[in-house]
T-cell receptor
Framework: RKEVEQDPGPFNVPEGATVAFNCTYS??????FFWYRQDCRKEPKLLMS???SGNEDGRFTAQLNRASQYISLLIRDSKLSDSATYLCVVTHTNAGKSTFGDGTTLTVKP | EAGVAQSPRYKIIEKRQSVAFWCNPISGHATLYWYQQILGQGPKLLIQ????????DSQLPKDRFSAERLKGVDSTLKIQPAKLEDSAVYLC???????????FGPGTRLTVL
């Protein structure tokens, strides 16, 4: 079993749709969680950190469920520019090691 | 603020040849990472440095891969000899300190023929 697993893609949604991605992790010692965005043939860039209390940034909402060991990303009112691969990242703070999921690809269509 | 710099951007070699990649992290960032990203997969950590010391190299194929970060700034990653399965994008990232936001360079796209 992979240490970090993401929803298999691709997700194809129309503009304005709401879409949610889930990510599960196996190491209960994991302490920091992030969502990164990667455009085609580009490097990953931080989208948002995921806090225990959940956090929201505009149309994006991230939530953490430690008991079930998963994090989620909700995108409301999807835009064409949201088309990208979304990578879930889990970090073991004491060891400092980060593990990336394989990503979920989103395509927003007109 | 300058970002993470990597060179070369593209490299094509034949199997069994050697190749080296260079990374210059963001100034002041203590932690430097090298990742391998195969098409369709997420980045896989090869090695992580804290200043010039190795924090994690558990997934580095040490029989053919080596990395160093002299003086705790620039870093080089070397593959010798290369195999076909090494074809991938090699990403360098840096962060101010370990479990922090990582900033990635543009990557080096390696093709092994």
């Amino acid at each position: 079993r992979k240490e970090v697993e993401q929803d298999p893609g691709p997700f194809n949604v129309p503009e304005g749709a709401t879409v949610a991605f889930n990510c599960t992790y196996s190491n209960s010692a994991s302490q920091s969680f992030f969502w990164y965005r990667q455009d085609c043939r580009k490097e990953p860039k931080l989208l948002m950190s995921v806090y225990s209390s959940g956090n929201e940034d505009g149309r994006f909402t991230a939530q953490l469920n430690r008991a079930s060991q998963y994090i989620s990303l909700l995108i409301r009112d999807s835009k064409l520019s949201d088309s990208a691969t979304y990578l879930c990242v889990v970090t073991h703070t004491n060891a400092g090691k980060s593990t990336f999921g394989d990503g979920t690809t989103l395509t927003v269509k007109p | 603020e300058a970002g993470v710099a990597q060179s070369p951007r593209y490299k094509i070699i034949e199997k069994r040849q050697s190749v080296a990649f260079w990374c210059n992290p963001i100034s002041g960032h203590a932690t430097l990472y090298w990742y391998q990203q195969i098409l369709g997969q997420g980045p896989k950590l090869l090695i992580q440095f804290q200043n010039n010391g190795v924090v994690d190299d558990s997934q580095l194929p040490k029989d053919r891969f080596s990395a160093e970060r002299l003086k705790g700034v620039d870093s080089t990653l070397k593959i010798q000899p290369a195999k076909l399965e090494d074809s991938a994008v090699y990403l360098c990232a840096s962060s101010f300190t370990g479990p922090d936001t990582q900033y990635f360079g543009p990557g080096t796209r390696l093709t092994v023929l």
